[in-house]
């Protein structure tokens, strides 16, 4: 089978073309940050309208590029149902929707986190189920068990902001540009590590739960109004980065030990985080434990990963009926196992 992939929840919008036996045939991405960095994140409308003038466009190129590496249709589409902005997720839905009933092929909305943690089965070497996830995005933080597509079970999420928000104010704080989780990163390159300290939230607690907003508080203390110079930016931003890190690596080690499982799957936007990547794959080693990631341009957000969790339960015959689906909530553990 042959899946057609729409991704528009936020700031991107983004096509694909996954093949069952011929593989990610084309892909192509449109990222809105020059749109929103005048006001600092995302503005939900202006991102809705963009999707518009971009989706069609973005979806001719790709359409051409998989048909000339590998001739044929699609034969169903995957698109974003949610969790994500309305008026964005109704952009790329309504798009998907009438592109089905033109061509009359089946059409599936797909959760944007179901898409972020099956992202790293389009490497060529897939981690197996069943494995720990931790999913580390904008708007979520969870460490899930994974038992096999659609079987999620919670261990442990953020009590309050994600570890992406944790990165993205804390960088705002120091004046950095949106987005801001890889500007911080760049700046804490140049920091010195240990020269100023942040709580770790709830590190020293047992359990899965996560808890940044209280970093948030920290930096803003420590900012005051004091004016800093880059050197005393940077170290702050090393602090947090770390602080962020540590707490993150932590948890997954623990959710590895408490259900006895050696796979670590990290996915979504902020894995795309070098410390992270560095420090996790030290501490799962040291332990005898694999940790797999999708590769950068598919921890963020990305149509690609939206063709995986599509193709795998459109092929199980799974579709939405005519109505156009678009949630800002939905659970990831209310969805099933494709049959
Ligand atoms: O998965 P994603 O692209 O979108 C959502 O589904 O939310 O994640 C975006 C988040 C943002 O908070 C962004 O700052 C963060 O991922 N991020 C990073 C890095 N790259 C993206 N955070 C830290 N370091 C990075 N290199
Ligand atoms: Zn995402």
Redesign the pocket.
């Known amino acids: 089978m042959r899946v057609l992939a729409l991704e528009s929840?936020?700031?991107?919008s983004a096509v694909a073309v996954l093949d069952e036996h011929a593989g990610l045939l084309g892909h192509g991405l449109f990222s809105q940050i020059d749109l929103h960095r005048a006001y600092g994140g995302v503005v939900p409308e202006l991102a809705a309208r963009d999707h518009v003038q971009r989706l069609l466009p973005l979806l001719e190129q790709v359409l051409r590029e998989a048909e000339a590496a590998s001739p044929g249709r699609p034969e169903g589409i995957a698109y974003t149902a949610g969790p994500?902005l309305i008026g964005a997720l109704l952009t790329g839905a309504a798009l998907a929707r009438s592109l089905a009933f033109a061509w009359g092929v089946p059409a599936l909305g797909v959760h944007?986190?179901e898409g972020?943690l099956l992202a790293p089965l389009l490497e060529p070497d897939p981690p197996p189920f069943p494995h720990v996830a931790l999913l580390?995005?904008?708007?979520?933080t969870l460490l899930m068990e994974v038992s096999g597509i659609g079987r999620y079970r919670t261990l442990g999420a953020s009590r309050d902001d994600?570890?992406?928000?944790a990165?993205?104010k804390s960088?705002k704080l120091l004046g950095l540009p949106y987005?801001?989780?890889?500007?911080?990163?760049a700046l804490a390159a140049r920091g010195r590590r240990g020269a100023v300290q942040l709580p770790r939230p709830m590190l020293d607690r047992p359990g899965l739960e996560f808890s940044f907003s209280g970093l948030k508080t920290a930096v803003r203390n420590l900012i005051a109004d004091r004016a800093l110079d880059e050197a005393a930016r940077a170290d702050i931003a090393c602090a947090v980065?770390d602080a962020?890190v540590a707490t993150l690596s932590a948890k997954a080690l623990r959710a590895l030990e408490s259900t006895g499982l050696s796979v670590l799957v990290v996915?979504?936007?902020?894995?795309?985080?070098?410390?992270?990547r560095e420090s996790l794959t030290r501490a799962a080693h040291a332990r005898g434990a694999r940790v797999y990631y999708p590769r950068l341009e598919f921890?963020?957000?990305n149509a690609a990963m939206i063709a995986v969790a599509g193709l795998a339960r459109l092929r199980a015959g799974e579709h939405d009926d005519l109505a156009i689906q678009a949630r800002t909530h939905w659970p990831l553990e209310s969805l099933t196992a494709p049959s």
């Open positions: 929840s936020c700031d991107e994500g944007h986190l972020h580390v995005s904008g708007g979520h994600a570890a992406g928000e990165f993205d960088a987005p801001g989780g890889p500007q911080l990163a980065q962020i996915s979504g936007g902020v894995s795309a985080n070098a410390h992270l921890s963020t957000d």
